[in-house]
């Protein structure tokens, strides 16, 4: 195998049976190839130790190492009541641990319980788990605000995975939902949608907060009628109760199309859908902005923004050690900025011909 150093586009490119010019794009973020393929593109260039140009610049442009002098010591803090059981969380935390691992440094698994209501409680924890002798903390999304803000008080630098509070005093990287949502509510007003329901809390975390924001001033863009009665808000209740209220929903409102919000969204007007012997795209179009991995093979190709999730871990990483390279600089907000896949469950609006299951799709189906 080629030496690191000598690595070119041309053994990238070889390895994979693609050409230089996919390698390159793929490798500088361009459009023209599926996710998979750029996927693996960065995961070889990762591994063999290649670096863009663009790459080497940027960092001796924002003084960041490119190779550790040191190791050190970072932390990764979770929510404990998400724990691992978000895929999302998990893919977020094995970039991370990619990133640093590459620069020759390491992240330890930080659970942050909900019970540090008091001081005492928060200086034990804080104490038994050696926080101030970490070298930096990356705060994961589903924290409560008062705890972030607890977190980034503390006297190492932090960089919040998420979007920042008000007055944040600390580094963030995220991707761009709002955009997300701005690009598939013209992609379904495009096709015709008049009647595009919303289906996701609003109000639990900031994130769900920016998507309706968004949702909202996407339809006002367009010239819609937006009203929170039209839509379901929240996913409470058994799956019985609440695809009832969906069903009594669907029928007054009549959308064609749905945004779903959140992965309990999907899951639950999948199983409405079904229920109501109604069938996804010829009855309403869908559109989900974050569909797990395991909706594989048991639904459709889902239409949805492509969330740089791996792309937030490294690029935090690297925010990470510019931060320690330069303490005194502003803190900065970046929003990195997804494709819109199309994807299998949207379709322009049109007469129903009479409801139809919506039967799972299994690996085999056609």
Request: include cysteine; charged fraction near 20%; glycine fraction near 6%.
């Amino acid at each position: 195998m080629p030496n690191p150093k000598k690595v070119t586009l041309q053994h990238l490119a070889a390895e994979l049976g693609l050409s230089a010019h996919t390698v390159s794009k793929a490798l500088r973020g361009l459009p023209g190839m599926s996710e998979e393929t750029r996927h693996q593109v960065q995961e070889l260039a990762r591994r063999r130790g290649y670096r863009t140009k663009e790459q080497e610049n940027s960092a001796l442009f924002e003084r960041t190492p490119l190779y550790a002098n040191r190791s050190r010591r970072f932390l990764f803090a979770l929510p404990s009541q998400v724990g691992l059981k978000s895929a999302l969380h998990q893919a977020l935390l094995e970039s991370v641990q990619q990133r640093l691992t590459d620069a020759g440094h390491k992240v330890e698994l930080l659970f942050v319980p909900d019970t540090l209501d008091t001081e005492q409680a928060w200086e034990e924890w804080t104490a038994k788990h050696e926080l101030t002798y970490a070298d930096g903390l990356f705060l994961s999304p589903n924290l409560s605000e008062s705890l972030e803000r607890r977190l980034i008080a503390l006297p190492i630098p932090s960089i919040m995975l998420n979007f920042p509070p008000v007055g944040a005093g600390t580094d963030s990287v995220i991707w761009n939902i709002a955009d997300s949502m701005h690009q598939c509510i013209r992609l379904l007003v495009a096709m015709g949608h008049q009647r595009i329901m919303y289906v996701g809390p609003t109000d639990t975390v900031r994130g769900f907060t920016v998507r309706w924001q968004a949702y909202v001033a996407a339809l006002e863009a367009a010239g819609l009628h937006v009203d929170a009665a039209d839509c379901l808000l929240d996913m409470d209740g058994d799956a019985e109760h609440w695809n009832r209220r969906w069903l009594e929903t669907v029928d007054r409102v009549r959308p064609t199309a749905m945004i779903c919000a959140v992965q309990a969204a999907v899951v639950r007007v999948y199983t409405a859908c079904n229920a109501a012997g109604r069938r996804i795209p010829d009855d309403y179009a869908l559109i989900a902005l974050e569909p797990e991995p395991a909706l594989q093979g048991i639904m459709p190709d889902v239409a949805r923004p492509l969330l740089p999730v791996q792309a937030t871990g490294y690029r935090a990483v690297e925010r990470m050690l510019w931060r320690i390279a330069n303490p005194d600089a502003p803190y900065e907000q970046i929003l990195l900025q997804g494709e819109l896949h199309y994807g299998a469950t949207v379709r322009p609006p049109s007469q129903p011909t009479g409801w139809t299951v919506f039967r799972p799709l299994g690996p085999d189906s056609p």
